[in-house]
């Protein structure tokens, strides 16, 4: 069978044509979406606007934020549904004095009834709320489990 080339120009257009169509509504339909039209137009056009939510719950929140939480716990959610309570116990300030940046570590305890490995966890505290949090083992005594989280961010 001989592909003549006339058949192989008419089917490359036709196919890139196609390929071409379907990423053009996608981008239309996402525009719309991030730019909705006025309340009658969206109402009808069957697009959702998208909420303007910070990019996660850890980014709210500040140094002051947690010293003012210290001694408080937090509830640690693990991979398997399990969860545990940890307790601030520690806060350092890793920056001295370094403007539009805020870098510090904080220390938590936790029962030697569960270790928890280097991980992502989802926590929540009460007043805080949920987010998630990078904790790495950092030691134990006779009493407790204690887990380090090292938050390091340049704000503009």
Request: contains cysteine.
């Amino acid at each position: 069978m001989s592909i003549s080339r006339r058949s192989f120009l008419r089917t490359g257009t036709i196919a890139g044509i196609a390929a071409a169509a379907l990423p053009l509504k996608a981008l239309a339909t996402i525009n719309a979406a991030i730019n909705p039209m006025d309340g009658a137009s969206a109402a009808h056009s069957g697009i959702t606007p998208v909420p303007n939510y910070p990019i996660d719950a850890l980014s709210t929140l500040t140094r002051n934020a947690f010293y003012a939480r210290m001694g408080e716990y937090f509830t640690v959610t693990c991979a398997t549904g399990k969860t545990i309570k940890i307790q601030l116990s520690g806060l350092t300030d890793l920056t001295k004095g370094a403007t539009g940046r805020e870098c510090f570590a904080l220390l938590f305890k936790g029962p030697l009834s569960t270790f928890l490995r280097q991980h992502t966890y989802s926590m929540n505290n009460t007043k805080l709320g949920d987010f998630d949090l990078f904790i790495v083992p950092a030691g134990r005594d006779a009493m407790f489990y204690y887990y380090t989280a090292i938050i390091n961010r340049r704000y503009p």
